[in-house]
């Protein structure tokens, strides 16, 4: 059974440089949610997809979007990229409706220069 | 808003040695709590969990129940391992709005088992 799978592992950018990143849930499941984690810090929610729409946001600017695909897989795009924007970020994955519990992936680590 | 409150790390350990870790949460409703891990370059893992008030979560000797008098939801494990050296998170999920949820974490907690 395959777990929850994120590309790349590691990106470097520039500031001002946009970037995409992917993710592939569970298998079995159909909401995708996007979290933020800066170094020594906890996840922040970005935002969450269902039925390839945004469900719920976080507190983060416009730069963030996102996209789900009719295969449940998803895309976090980041624009005009800031030092700040450098940190871990992690795919979820669930059931919407089901159950609550969220099963992460191993992250996409943007390093932004 | 919702918001998890974590014990400060790093925490020290002795092998063997009794482990808990603080959590409390401000909420509106009745939320499911959460514990994660993360090892180092590692995603985050699901520990154990507890839908409802006085469930007690349980997984690999770790245990947390579910307080909604004194909105905690503690980590405990009675002999820690080295194995169990990572950070640990705690979280919370709302109330099931319309079927979808978030999870609000805590700033982490740094556990250090040694020999």
């Known amino acids: 059974d395959a777990g929850v799978t994120q590309s790349p592992t590691h990106l470097i950018k520039t500031r001002g440089q946009q970037v995409t990143l992917r993710c592939s849930p569970k298998?079995?499941?159909?909401?995708v949610s996007w979290y933020q984690q800066a170094l020594g810090q906890g996840p922040q929610f970005i935002f969450q997809?269902?039925?390839?729409?945004?469900?719920q946001r976080g507190n983060f600017p416009d730069r963030f979007s996102g996209h789900q695909f009719p295969n449940y897989s998803s895309e976090l795009n980041v624009n005009a990229l800031l030092l700040g924007d450098s940190a871990l970020y992690l795919c979820?994955?669930?059931?919407?409706?089901?159950?609550?519990?969220?099963?992460f992936g191993p992250g996409t680590r943007l390093t932004v220069l | 808003g919702d918001s998890v409150t974590q014990m400060e790390g790093p925490v020290t350990l002795s092998e063997e040695a009794f482990l808990t870790i603080n959590c409390t949460y401000t909420?509106?409703?009745?939320?499911?709590l959460f514990w994660y891990v993360q090892y180092p370059g590692e995603g985050l893992q699901l520990l154990l969990k507890a839908t409802k008030a006085d469930d007690k979560g349980s997984n690999k000797g770790f245990e947390a129940t579910y307080r909604k008098e004194t909105t905690s939801f503690h980590l405990e494990k009675g002999s820690v391992q080295v194995s169990d050296s990572a950070v640990y998170f705690c979280a919370l999920s709302p109330s099931f709005v319309g079927g979808g949820n978030k999870l609000t974490f805590g700033t982490g907690t740094q556990l250090k088992v040694e020999l």
């Open positions: 909420a509106t409703g009745y939320p499911s």
């Open positions: 298998s079995g499941h159909d909401t």
């Open positions: 979820a994955s669930s059931q919407w409706g089901v159950e609550d519990t969220q099963y």
């Open positions: 997809y269902y039925e390839e729409e945004e469900r």
